[in-house]
């Protein structure tokens, strides 16, 4: 590499759990640096989730965390060209990427969701992929599956 590889920034913890992972998944949600706007509809939309979740024993946060650790993938496919021929080669995911990639599918597919507000559509998703259904899980699963299916070109690892 011609260039050095740049520092990694330390993360702040967010102001009302305390926890560097919220203040990650704000920052995926966020638009043109509207932080505050940003932690508004995830505090909204953990407050939702802890409604329409009165049964669980879990608190809201930890109701998040479980919903992320269900849509984090743990293996991708990558092209890899050999000999002129473009092989889908299945690969295990950095534990960092992980994190990023499960944090951008809830969101997105929170996004695409039908529904009031962002809250109300991050709550729902959230809500959903606690309990193993909606967009964001079916994503993962499919990239799992795209991962199985191409097994055969694992030696082409680099």
């Known amino acids: 590499m011609r260039k050095a590889k740049p520092k990694k920034r330390q993360v702040l913890p967010d102001p009302v759990f305390g926890d560097v992972k919220v ?9 043109d640096g509207k932080k505050n ?11 939702t989730v802890k409604n329409k979740l009165a049964n669980e024993e879990k608190s ?72 193993n259904q909606g967009g964001a899980f079916k994503r993962k699963e499919d990239m799992h599956r795209m991962a199985e299916a191409n097994r055969a070109f694992a030696h082409f690892r680099f």
């Open 23 to 31: 203040t990650k998944f704000v920052n995926h949600l966020m638009y």
């Open 37 to 47: 706007t940003a932690y508004e509809i995830f505090y909204t939309a953990l407050e």
């Open 60 to 131: 809201a946060l930890e109701i998040w965390k479980a919903a992320l650790d269900n849509v984090t993938p743990q293996v991708e496919v990558k092209s890899r060209r050999v000999g002129g021929a473009t092989f889908q080669v299945p690969t295990e995911i950095r534990p960092d990427r992980k994190e990023s990639i499960s944090m951008k599918n809830l969101i997105a597919y929170a996004r695409k969701r039908g529904g009031k507000t962002m809250s109300d559509k991050l709550a729902a998703e959230i809500v959903d992929a606690f309990n």
